[in-house]
């Protein structure tokens, strides 16, 4: 079975040890000849590589594994380059959710004027490490998963539009099929369902058991409505993202037609959400005082004690289990089907052809063909095109330098919707990205 060579963008990550742990796990699946973690922060980085040492070591001596911070040791011959960059780190992120905020605007780091500012950083990079990878490997398949994805894909359209071997990808979806699964009580592979919508901004439509035919959003509604929603790995979960699943729960009694993505709560009762948000202790601030401190901990005692055995706490990521489920349905033209983000052309007949859109697709060596969705009742094409709207003006901002376009975006955002806090955010966005934006005149 031929080995696979496959670098990580963004290896000093949080996610990257439940990778390197679910790599291992799922060797005989998906064999791999050389594994590299690649980042620009060496020091951030050197932690988590020295744990995947040890770990490849004693659980997959047969694959070579390293880190680097150089760029042509990281792209040189790869099959598979895993896109997980967060530009500005989260000192970003922080600045991304506590300005909004402060104005009484949703502070989100995929959503809104948060999502706007993270997306306009991570398109300059992302289309640099492209240029880069394809000098070292023109043939590697690049799996994205750089949020703010929606923008990020966007960009990527336009920037190369040839380019057949870039798939646009978040696994938000699959987590609420899975957290679907929970509730009723199967494996989530016995789950089908059909989706449309944009990158966190979505609905399922049916979810049909695969056995049957049976559709099991009746039944999903109903036990929902009786028992609430929660992640399928909610014990490993801070209060944050329980609250964020608790919300479906509201949005079904509203719009009972479908099963909502969990973010589509910020743009439904953006100032419900605003009032809820705490401006001084925000989502980033969790993650930094939990997540980071508990992985790189953990990671620490691994490296100290110079072996895993007895010591792993660090958990599997369904994030990382579903991205390599990817790769191999690429690698081995399995056609399974994963709902990704695709240009429209027809699938929601509806919306415009040029749109990026996030249906069911099924995968193979020659990339996605996704399924049709067909026409989607007015109140969902108005939301996702005046969403649809906003991020193709971000990305014309970007192009063109313009604090016209910037402003437009932001205005039509539904978590703003006011011209003149949209000009305020920006004004104050501008500043705290002057080392990473393009100029805006």
């Not at 049976?214 to 209060?239: M, S, T, V």
């Not at 240009?343 to 249906?359: H, K, Q, R, S, T």
Request: glycine fraction near 6%; hydrophobic fraction near 35%; charged fraction near 25%.
């Amino acid at each position: 079975m031929k080995k696979y060579n496959l670098v990580i963008v963004g290896g000093g990550s949080t996610f990257t040890p439940g990778f390197l742990k679910s790599f291992c796990r799922m060797k005989e699946q998906f064999p791999l000849g050389k594994l590299v973690l690649f980042d620009i922060d060496a020091e951030r980085q050197s932690v988590i590589g020295e744990f995947g040492k040890i770990l490849f070591k004693e659980l997959y001596p047969e694959a070579i594994f390293h880190y680097t911070t150089d760029i042509a040791e990281a792209y040189q011959d790869m099959d598979f380059v895993f896109m997980q960059m967060r530009v500005g780190g989260y000192k970003m992120r922080e600045l991304d959710e506590k300005i909004p905020l402060q104005h009484g605007i949703i502070g989100q780091e995929t959503c809104g004027p948060g999502g706007f500012a993270y997306g306009l950083r991570s398109t300059k990079e992302m289309i640099k490490a492209i240029y880069d990878i394809r000098q070292y490997s023109p043939n590697a398949w690049i799996l994205n998963y750089s949020n703010p994805a929606a923008i990020v894909a966007e960009a990527l359209r336009r920037e190369f539009p040839n380019d057949k071997k870039i798939l646009n990808i978040c696994d938000q979806p699959e987590n609420v099929v899975r957290s679907c699964s929970r509730l009723l009580g199967c494996h989530f592979k016995e789950l089908d369902p059909v989706y449309f919508g944009l990158n966190h901004y979505g609905w399922f439509t049916h979810i049909y058991n695969k056995k049957t035919g049976e559709d099991l959003l009746p039944k999903l509604r109903a036990l929902i409505a009786e028992r609430g929603f929660l992640p399928q790995d909610a014990e490993q979960r801070d209060k944050s993202w329980l609250e964020t699943y608790g919300m479906v729960k509201q949005l079904m009694e509203d719009f009972p037609d479908y099963l909502p993505n969990t973010y589509n709560q910020y743009y439904l009762y953006p100032d419900y959400k605003a009032k809820h948000l705490d401006p001084n202790f925000t989502r980033a601030n969790e993650v930094m005082a939990s997540r980071e401190k508990r992985v790189f901990e953990e990671c620490k005692v691994i490296i100290n004690a110079g072996t895993t055995k007895g010591y792993i706490n660090i958990h599997e990521d369904a994030h990382a289990e579903f991205m390599i489920e990817v790769a191999m349905s690429i690698a081995y033209n399995k056609n399974d089907r994963f709902i990704i983000i695709v240009e429209n052309y027809g699938a929601i007949n509806n919306l415009p052809d040029d749109g990026m859109v996030e249906v069911v697709a099924e995968l193979g060596s020659n990339g996605p063909k996704p399924m049709r969705v067909g026409n989607i009742p007015t109140f969902y094409k108005g939301l996702l095109e005046n969403q649809l709207a906003s991020e193709k003006l971000a990305i014309d901002a970007y192009y063109e330098g313009s604090y016209q376009k910037a402003l437009e975006s932001l205005t039509i955002n539904r978590t703003v919707n006011d011209a003149k806090k949209a000009r305020i955010i920006l004004d104050a966005l501008i500043e705290a990205n002057k080392d990473y934006w393009p100029e805006l005149k």
